[in-house]
């Protein structure tokens, strides 16, 4: 079956390390997302990646890096210059970018990051 | 400066009756418009999407409504079931692909 997989679900990371959530799918899409989710803040946008070896930043990407080496694969990094870590982070991916019609996106299950 | 905003974080409702989510956004531009459900600790799942040159769009018990004048629009679920109980985020997206989501609506649906 197609989809989007994150991993690890659960993640923890002690002040000042860095830490890479994984995030690959076998849907054939182009383009993948980074997203971070905060009660009440809903979901904002880190960074995104329409081809590879190619990728944009979204509306907070400080203290966080990407790389999109492969088309099924957009690693996430949370190094240790992003001050609140502690959140929700969701990874989508879809095909439909840049061609007039926007079905949505496939999102994947997310990864739990808490800072201790 | 937030473009896409849902102004209610909750809303309950009872089994049977409506639900009306309501999502607002500022520019213009926007060429499509989105609803995602969202279960704890899960990915969002698309639930039905409208162009922006259309004022409504019908999905079985859901119905996205698009007020361009407003910059408004609003997803009604009738019946509404116990199962949508879950969090629901508007989204607005231009033709790049890129979606803009809205701070979510926690919706429960009482028996």
């Known amino acids: 079956d197609g989809g989007i997989t994150q991993s690890p679900k659960y993640l923890f990371r002690k002040e000042g390390q860095n830490v890479t959530l994984s995030c690959e799918q076998n849907l054939n899409h182009d383009a993948m997302y980074w997203y971070r989710q905060d009660p009440g803040q809903g979901l904002r946008l880190i960074y995104y990646?329409?081809?590879?070896?190619?990728?944009q930043k979204g509306d907070i990407a400080e203290g966080y890096s990407v790389s999109r080496e492969k088309k099924e694969s957009f690693p996430l990094t949370v190094t240790s210059a992003q001050k609140n870590p502690t959140a929700f982070y969701l990874c989508?991916?879809?095909?439909?970018?840049?061609?007039?019609?926007?079905?949505?996106?496939?999102f994947g299950s997310g990864t739990r990051l808490t800072v201790v | 400066d937030q473009q896409v905003k849902q102004n209610s974080p909750s809303l309950s409702v009872q089994e049977g009756r409506i639900s009306i989510l309501n999502c607002d956004y500022t520019n213009s531009m926007f060429d499509y418009f989105l609803w995602y459900k969202k279960y704890p600790a899960e990915g969002p799942t698309f639930l039905i999407s409208?162009?922006?040159?259309?004022d409504k769009n019908e999905d079985g018990r859901f119905t996205v409504f698009l007020n361009k004048s407003a910059k408004h629009l609003s997803l009604h679920i009738v019946p509404s079931q116990p199962g949508d109980s879950a969090v629901y985020f508007c989204a607005a997206a231009f033709n790049t692909g890129k979606l803009i989501f809205g701070q979510g609506t926690t919706l429960q649906v009482k028996p």
């Open positions: 989508a991916s879809t095909t439909d970018h840049g061609q007039g019609r926007v079905d949505g996106y496939t």
């Open positions: 990646s329409q081809i590879v070896n190619d990728f």
């Open positions: 409208i162009s922006s040159i259309k």
